[in-house]
Protein backbone atom coordinates (compact mmCIF):
# COMPACT_ATOMS: atom_id res chain seq x y z
CA UNK A 1 0.00 0.00 0.00
CA UNK A 2 0.50 3.79 -0.27
CA UNK A 3 -0.59 6.83 1.92
CA UNK A 4 -0.07 10.13 -0.30
CA UNK A 5 -0.58 13.46 1.48
CA UNK A 6 -0.23 16.79 -0.83
CA UNK A 7 0.63 20.36 0.21
CA UNK A 8 1.70 23.62 -0.90
CA UNK A 9 -1.76 24.92 -2.48
CA UNK A 10 -2.76 28.20 -1.94
CA UNK A 11 -3.40 31.54 -3.54
CA UNK A 12 -1.36 32.89 -5.46
CA UNK A 13 -1.52 35.41 -8.42
CA UNK A 14 -0.72 35.08 -12.29
CA UNK A 15 2.38 34.75 -13.30
CA UNK A 16 3.17 33.62 -9.90
CA UNK A 17 4.94 30.15 -8.53
CA UNK A 18 4.14 27.34 -6.57
CA UNK A 19 5.40 24.20 -5.86
CA UNK A 20 3.44 21.26 -4.46
CA UNK A 21 4.74 18.31 -2.34
CA UNK A 22 2.87 14.87 -2.14
CA UNK A 23 4.59 13.15 1.00
CA UNK A 24 4.56 9.14 0.72
CA UNK A 25 4.57 6.48 3.05
CA UNK A 26 4.60 2.35 2.04
CA UNK A 27 7.34 0.43 1.15
CA UNK A 28 5.52 0.17 -2.41
CA UNK A 29 6.04 4.10 -3.46
CA UNK A 30 9.50 2.61 -4.17
CA UNK A 31 8.67 0.77 -6.70
CA UNK A 32 5.45 3.02 -7.78
CA UNK A 33 5.62 5.85 -10.74
CA UNK A 34 3.95 8.56 -9.60
CA UNK A 35 1.63 10.89 -11.25
CA UNK A 36 0.43 14.57 -10.84
CA UNK A 37 -3.66 15.24 -11.45
CA UNK A 38 -6.07 18.28 -11.58
CA UNK A 39 -9.93 18.78 -11.22
CA UNK A 40 -11.79 21.80 -11.49
CA UNK A 41 -15.78 21.01 -10.84
CA UNK A 42 -17.49 19.21 -13.45
CA UNK A 43 -15.25 18.07 -15.21
CA UNK A 44 -12.88 15.33 -15.37
CA UNK A 45 -9.51 14.51 -13.46
CA UNK A 46 -6.70 15.85 -15.98
CA UNK A 47 -3.29 14.40 -16.11
CA UNK A 48 -0.45 16.68 -14.89
CA UNK A 49 2.78 15.37 -15.22
CA UNK A 50 3.84 11.74 -14.17
CA UNK A 51 7.97 10.33 -13.14
CA UNK A 52 8.70 6.97 -12.85
CA UNK A 53 10.18 5.08 -10.10
CA UNK A 54 13.60 6.06 -10.08
CA UNK A 55 13.54 9.56 -11.58
CA UNK A 56 14.90 8.51 -14.93
CA UNK A 57 11.46 9.27 -17.08
CA UNK A 58 9.22 11.81 -16.81
CA UNK A 59 6.51 13.42 -18.58
CA UNK A 60 4.08 16.40 -18.73
CA UNK A 61 0.99 17.72 -20.79
CA UNK A 62 1.20 20.11 -23.29
CA UNK A 63 -0.81 22.04 -21.12
CA UNK A 64 1.99 22.52 -18.74
CA UNK A 65 5.33 22.04 -20.25
CA UNK A 66 7.69 24.39 -19.82
CA UNK A 67 5.50 25.67 -16.87
CA UNK A 68 5.74 22.98 -14.28
CA UNK A 69 8.24 20.38 -13.65
CA UNK A 70 7.68 17.01 -12.27
CA UNK A 71 10.63 15.20 -9.66
CA UNK A 72 10.89 12.60 -7.03
CA UNK A 73 13.38 12.40 -3.54
CA UNK A 74 13.20 9.21 -2.73
CA UNK A 75 15.07 9.27 0.41
CA UNK A 76 12.60 11.93 1.34
CA UNK A 77 9.39 9.94 -0.25
CA UNK A 78 8.34 12.76 -1.73
CA UNK A 79 7.29 14.02 -5.44
CA UNK A 80 6.97 17.36 -6.01
CA UNK A 81 5.28 19.19 -8.76
CA UNK A 82 7.44 22.97 -9.31
CA UNK A 83 4.76 25.35 -10.92
CA UNK A 84 5.67 28.21 -12.44
CA UNK A 85 4.44 31.08 -14.63
CA UNK A 86 0.87 29.98 -13.09
CA UNK A 87 -2.33 31.29 -15.36
CA UNK A 88 -5.97 31.04 -14.37
CA UNK A 89 -6.76 28.17 -16.07
CA UNK A 90 -4.59 26.39 -13.73
CA UNK A 91 -6.65 26.56 -10.91
CA UNK A 92 -7.99 23.44 -9.62
CA UNK A 93 -7.59 20.70 -6.64
CA UNK A 94 -4.19 19.12 -7.39
CA UNK A 95 -3.87 15.62 -6.96
CA UNK A 96 -0.89 12.81 -6.62
CA UNK A 97 -1.21 9.59 -7.07
CA UNK A 98 0.68 6.01 -7.54
CA UNK A 99 1.23 3.49 -10.40
CA UNK A 100 2.28 -0.21 -9.37
CA UNK A 101 2.02 -0.76 -13.01
CA UNK A 102 4.50 2.03 -14.64
CA UNK A 103 4.35 5.90 -15.76
CA UNK A 104 0.26 6.12 -17.50
CA UNK A 105 -1.19 9.36 -18.15
CA UNK A 106 -4.84 7.50 -17.57
CA UNK A 107 -5.99 8.39 -13.97
CA UNK A 108 -7.79 4.57 -14.15
CA UNK A 109 -4.32 3.20 -13.80
CA UNK A 110 -3.33 4.63 -10.63
CA UNK A 111 -3.98 2.78 -7.52
CA UNK A 112 -3.79 4.95 -4.66
CA UNK A 113 -5.07 8.96 -4.07
CA UNK A 114 -4.20 11.54 -1.86
CA UNK A 115 -7.06 13.81 -0.84
CA UNK A 116 -5.53 16.70 -2.70
CA UNK A 117 -4.56 20.52 -2.51
CA UNK A 118 -6.41 23.42 -3.69
CA UNK A 119 -4.50 26.00 -6.01
CA UNK A 120 -6.36 29.05 -6.94
CA UNK A 121 -4.72 31.40 -9.43
CA UNK A 122 -6.07 35.23 -9.60
CA UNK A 123 -6.26 37.26 -12.62
Known amino acids: QVQLAESGGGLVQAGGSLRLSCAASGRAFFDSAVGWFRQTPGKEREFVAT????????FHADSVKGRFTISRDNAKTTVYLQMINLKPEDTAVYYCAADLHGMTTDPKSYDYWGPGTQVTVSS
Open 51 to 58: VNWDSTST
